[in-house]
C-alpha cells in the first residue's frame, strides 16, 4: 500500500496510546482496529481477534489487514484505502467478506473512524455472519411462504387490523373475479360480503379477535361483478412480526357445489328412490320433530300405516316393473291427497306412512275417503288399492313414534280383515 516512511518509535507511540485503552477496549463486542500506513495491524482488541478466528490480539498484531480480505473483495478495498490515503476521508461503512484462521468464511462490517494520527487509519469492525444467514434464512422463508400463498388452492387474504386488504393471492383474484391486485389494495374486506351479512360477519370477526379464536363461518360473498356464491371463510390474528401491526389472515373457498352435493346426499339418506317420498329415517326424523312440537304447542296429530293390497299378485301376474309403475302411481295420489304440510313416506316394499298434521282421526277420514277414491283413477288394468289404519296422537299422551306406529300396523291389519271378510 503506502509505502511513506514512518518512524518506529512514533509507531510505538500510537500503539502505546491504545493499549493504554485496551481493558476498555476487550469489554466491548465490536472489534477495533488501528492500522499503519501500511496497512499493517498495529493494534487490534480481543474481539477483533476472535472474529477473524484466533485467540488473543497478538496473533495478528503486524499482519495486513488485506490478509483476511476474501479475494474478491480485495480490489474494491485496494481502491478505498488508497482514496483514504490521499484525501484523508475514512469510507462509508464497508462490507465484506473475511477467510478466518480455519479456513471459513464470514462476513464483516467495517465502519472506518477519523483516525489520530496522519497516514494512520482506524474502525469498528462487527460480526454480521449470523445477520446475514438469518437475513438470508428470512428471504427464502418469505420466498416459500410466497410460493405456498400462490399455490394454495384456497383464496387467502391479508389485511390490516381494520380490515384494509394488504394481499389477495392469484386464487383469490380468480375467486372474486379481479384481474390485478392493485385493484383490490386497500379494499374493506366487509365489501366481498353480500351488503345483508355484513354487519353479523363484522360481529363474529371481532369477537373471534378479542377471543383469539379462529373464526369459520359460512357466508355469502360478493364477486366484482355483483355475483354471489356461498363461502367458506377461516379468520385467524396473526401476532405482530418483526415489530409490525398485527394483520388478519383469510382463507376463502366457494362451497357452492359441495353444499349442493352435500343436501342431495342428505336428500338421498332420506328419501326413498324410487317414489322420492321420505324413506323411514326420513319419516322417523320428521315425524319425532312434529310430535315435540305438537306436546308443546298442545295440537293433535293422527297418524296413518297403510299398505298396498295385492302388491304380491300384482308382481307376479305383471311383473316387477309394473309393480314399481303402481307404486309410484300411488305415491303421487297420496301427495294429491294430503296437504303440503302433512308428511308422506315410504317405509317398506308396499307400505306408507302419513303424518297429518293438526289433525284429529275425525279429520282425517273425509281424507282417507277422498284417497280411495282418487286411488280408482290410476288407469291400471287391476284395482289399486289402500288399506289403512289411523291413531291419533293427543298431547296429553306419552306414547313414542314407534308406538304409534305399531297401533296404526295393528288397526290397519284389521281393517285388511275385514275387507276380506266383507268379499
Not at 390474528?237 to 357452492?256: C, Q
Not at 342431495?264 to 328419501?271: E, F, G, K, N
Not at 302388491?311 to 305383471?318: E, Q
Request: hydrophobic share 40%; glycine share 6%; proline share 3%.
Amino acid at each position: 500500500m503506502n509505502d511513506s516512511p514512518t518512524s518506529s518509535d512514533a509507531q510505538h507511540t500510537i500503539a502505546q496510546h491504545y493499549l493504554e485503552l485496551s481493558f476498555f477496549a476487550d469489554s466491548l463486542n465490536d472489534g477495533l482496529y488501528v492500522t499503519n500506513p501500511d496497512g499493517m495491524f498495529v493494534y487490534v482488541n480481543t474481539a477483533l481477534a476472535q472474529i477473524l478466528g484466533y485467540e488473543k490480539p497478538d496473533e495478528i498484531i503486524g499482519r495486513s489487514f488485506m490478509e483476511f480480505i476474501e479475494a474478491s473483495y480485495k480490489e474494491a478495498m485496494e481502491q478505498r484505502y488508497q482514496t483514504f490515503q490521499h484525501s484523508g476521508v475514512p469510507s462509508s461503512l464497508i462490507t465484506v467478506r473475511i477467510i478466518r484462521k480455519n479456513g471459513s468464511t464470514g462476513v464483516i462490517e467495517i465502519k472506518p473512524c477519523k483516525p489520530v494520527h496522519v497516514g494512520f487509519s482506524q474502525g469498528v469492525v462487527r460480526d454480521i455472519t449470523e445477520i446475514r444467514k438469518t437475513e438470508q434464512q428470512l428471504r427464502e422463508t418469505e420466498s416459500l411462504y410466497q410460493s405456498i400463498v400462490e399455490l394454495s388452492p384456497d383464496a387467502i387474504v391479508l389485511s390490516s387490523l381494520e380490515g384494509a386488504i394488504l394481499h389477495f393471492n392469484e386464487k383469490a383474484l380468480k375467486l372474486f373475479n379481479y384481474q390485478q391486485k392493485e385493484a383490490v389494495q386497500g379494499l374493506w374486506i366487509g365489501s366481498f360480503v353480500e351488503p345483508s351479512e355484513q354487519k353479523a360477519m363484522e360481529v363474529l370477526l371481532i369477537d373471534a379477535i378479542q377471543k383469539g379464536e379462529l373464526l369459520y363461518s359460512e357466508v355469502t360473498l360478493l364477486r366484482s361483478d355483483g355475483s354471489t356464491f356461498l363461502g367458506e371463510v377461516s379468520a385467524k390474528l396473526l401476532g405482530a412480526i418483526n415489530g409490525e401491526k398485527p394483520l388478519l389472515l383469510i382463507l376463502a373457498r366457494d362451497i357452492t357445489d359441495r353444499k349442493a352435493t352435500e343436501d342431495q346426499l342428505r336428500a338421498l339418506s332420506v328419501t326413498d328412490p324410487l317414489t322420492r317420498l321420505f324413506n323411514q329415517r326420513g319419516i322417523t326424523i320428521a315425524a319425532e320433530q312434529e310430535l315435540r312440537h305438537a306436546k308443546r304447542s298442545g295440537t293433535p296429530i293422527t297418524i296413518m300405516f297403510m299398505d298396498l293390497n295385492g302388491m304380491k299378485r300384482i308382481n307376479d301376474t305383471y311383473g316387477h316393473d309394473m309393480g314399481d309403475s303402481v307404486l309410484v302411481s300411488v305415491s303421487q295420489v297420496l301427495r294429491d291427497t294430503f296437504r303440503d304440510s302433512d308428511i308422506i313416506g315410504r317405509i317398506g316394499g308396499d307400505e306408507f306412512v302419513v303424518v297429518a298434521l293438526n289433525a284429529s282421526s275425525d279429520t282425517v277420514q273425509p281424507m282417507i275417503t277422498r284417497l280411495r277414491e282418487n286411488l280408482k283413477k290410476c288407469g291400471y288394468p287391476f284395482e289399486v288399492s289402500l288399506a289403512c289404519g289411523a291413531v291419533e296422537y293427543r298431547p296429553d299422551d306419552d306414547q313414542s313414534l314407534a308406538q304409534l306406529l305399531k297401533q296404526a300396523d295393528t288397526a290397519m291389519y284389521k281393517e285388511k280383515k275385514y275387507t276380506k271378510r266383507a268379499r
